[in-house]
Nanobody
Framework: QLQLVESGGGLVQPGGSLRLSCAAS????????IGWFRQAPGKEREGVSY????????YYATSVKGRFTISRDNGKNTVYLQMNSLKPEDTAVYYC??????????????????WGQGTQVTVSS
């Protein structure tokens, strides 16, 4: 059974850091591209970062470039999102998702066919 489970969210002060984990089961993370998305209250789900199945390429939303880093541990079948220099506007529920084979835009939620349950990230003083 295919499953994605996020963890690592929490409350952090502005300027702080968090590392989110996305543990996969039922498939191997090096066989599919994985994306991180977030959704704030009243806003649409937006693409944050993405790593290709080969792991050779990564992509970031402009708003997080230089602050967030996506990585993958094939042995643990887990994808990570290291988030540094967090801002209040980063507050959202963060989701990881498996990309649909052959889908186009990495930041389009419709390009992903399996989602985790999400983990809350709150950046506040």
């Amino acid at each position: 059974q295919l499953q994605l489970v996020e963890s690592g969210g929490g409350l952090v002060q502005p300027g702080g850091s968090l590392r989110l984990s996305c543990a996969a089961s039922g498939f191997t993370v090096y066989s599919y591209a994985i994306g991180w998305f977030r959704q704030a209250p009243g806003k649409e789900r937006e693409g944050v970062s993405y790593i290709t199945s080969s792991g050779s390429s990564t992509y970031y939303a402009t708003s997080v470039k230089g602050r967030f880093t996506i990585s993958r541990d094939n042995g643990k079948n887990t994808v990570y999102l290291q988030m540094n220099s967090l801002k209040p506007e980063d507050t959202a529920v963060y989701y990881c998702a498996k990309r649909r084979p052959g889908a186009a835009l990495w930041y389009d939620p419709d390009a992903f066919d399996s989602w985790g349950q999400g983990t809350q990230v709150t950046v506040s003083s």
